[in-house]
């Protein structure tokens, strides 16, 4: 017997590609727009410095809106950039101020020199020192610095911290905007891994409040509304999420599975066909070509004086 695509799609699942990627292209986003914001910073370094002004970290992780005072600025800019080049030259150089003296400032150096490498459980551990060492010296950044730790640890797989260093920074306290929106998102996504749906579903309508032109939060919320059961808040998010990012395969295939729960098989195979052509290579068009070639598959439609198979899709 052919198994229904719309029950399998219909039936609980890991992380998908099509999150994975989008959530990707996301970060991509905000790290370039940080880079450029870094770039903007080297460029007045000079002049900065000479007038003991602060200056915007390096770190595309970092939190760039923050200014750091003039005593850290230089030596912090230095270790990110030292990071960037060569991550272990950048963690010894984090250890060796921390011994200086560097405050959090170093231990976030470090950990960002670790996430450079891969090395996301120890990077989890600087990030966690460093929020640590901030909220004792009362510092606004101590927020950011619990989120960052917290996308280390879902990076290295450890959502049970990851949700915790989410609680963290969000019980500190962030100005609305993308950061927060980012935060929250992240927990969500925490949340869904640690089997919370409704917990995440909150976390991802407050998320979309305070970054509604963020793809991955449309998509994000349109993937678990499905996977809730939710088709029309579904349809309703991806429309969204397609209408900012219609040349992202992972938009195209989380689109076309929407479209094949509610019955809308030939949109399902015109979502599942783009996102095969945006992104041929990627593990998007592998789904969506596994899920075309069991859509091509499928028993062809009873005559319409028979009652369709009541297992063919969701009523």
Known sequence: MIVSLALLLAAPQDVSPEVGAVMDRSRRQAQERRREEAEAARAARTAQQGQGGTLSPADPAAPASLPIPPQYAARFQACIDKAIDDPVAGAAEANAWQIAGGAFYARQCEGFAYARS????????????????????????????????????????????????????????????????????????????????????????????????????????????RRMNDLTLARDHIAKAVKLASDDASVALEEGNIAMLS???????????????????SAQ????????????????AAPSHEAPPTESRPQ
């Open 118 to 225: 891969g090395r996301w459980t120890a990077a989890l551990a600087a990030l966690r020192q460093a929020a640590e060492q901030a909220e004792v010296a009362n510092d606004p950044a101590s927020a950011r610095l619990w989120a960052q730790a917290g996308n280390a640890a879902l990076a290295g797989g450890d959502v049970a911290a990851a949700r915790s260093a989410f609680d963290a920074a969000i019980a500190h306290g962030m100005a609305d905007g993308i950061d927060k929106g980012e935060t929250y998102l992240d927990r969500a996504r925490a949340l869904v891994a640690l089997g919370e749906p409704a917990a995440a579903r909150k976390d991802i309508d407050t998320a979309l409040a305070q970054v509604p032109d963020d793809p991955l939060a449309w998509l994000l919320s349109a993937t678990l509304a």
């Open 285 to 300: 068009a592998k789904s969506a070509s596994q899920n075309l070639a069991q859509l091509a598959a499928q028993p062809a």
């Open 263 to 281: 019955g809308q098989d030939a949109a399902a195979r015109v979502a599942w066909q783009r996102a095969v052509t945006l992104s041929p290579d």
